[in-house]
């Protein structure tokens, strides 16, 4: 009896441990992207700096913002007096962001393991006027820019 009642509560101890492994997140379309957005904006990446705060390590890269599609990029956190973004180190499965990358980014303003809507699914880049990783609602690939705006800002006002 004493080991069945080892294995029910190894069992029940095991099952009530957090899963390991990396955070995920149901696929969300760019209308949903651009609905749970709080800020979107076109910007340029800063180089990444190493910040910590309260004790939490974030990668944090500023921006600069060349246009603001939806909501306040100055609500965004900040970085030296510029809107910028805070990842938290040790995530998996962040995105590769590189100095001087132009984007497209669906945010939101405040700091969480990852500031891009749908856990990274919220972010385009943008490389001489053309777009990379949108898709419309029928699933056909936004590479224009000015068509990207018009999807995000279509999206928004159906909210």
Do not use: C, H, W
């Not at 990444?48 to 939806?70: C, N, R, S």
């Not at 970085?79 to 980014?105: C, H, K, N, W």
């Not at 990783?133 to 000015?146: F, H």
């Amino acid at each position: 009896m004493r080991g069945v009642l080892r294995t029910v509560v190894a069992g029940v101890t095991l099952a009530l441990l957090p899963v390991a492994g990396a955070t995920t997140a149901p696929p969300l379309t760019l209308a949903q992207q651009a609905k749970k957005a709080d800020v979107v904006v076109r910007a340029t990446l800063g180089t990444a700096v190493t910040v910590t705060e309260g004790g939490v390590a974030y990668q944090v890269y500023p921006l600069t913002v060349a246009e603001t599609l939806a909501g306040d990029a100055g609500r965004l956190p900040q970085y030296q007096g510029r809107p910028a973004l805070y990842f938290m180190q040790g995530v998996a499965d962040l995105p590769t962001l590189t100095a001087s990358q132009e984007v497209i980014a669906l945010l939101y303003d405040r700091r969480l393991d990852s500031p891009i809507v749908g856990f990274n699914q919220g972010l385009y880049p943008v490389s001489a006027g053309k777009v990379s990783g949108a898709k419309d609602s029928a699933g056909k690939d936004i590479t224009d820019l000015a068509a990207l705006r018009d999807a995000i800002r279509a999206a928004r006002e159906a909210k």
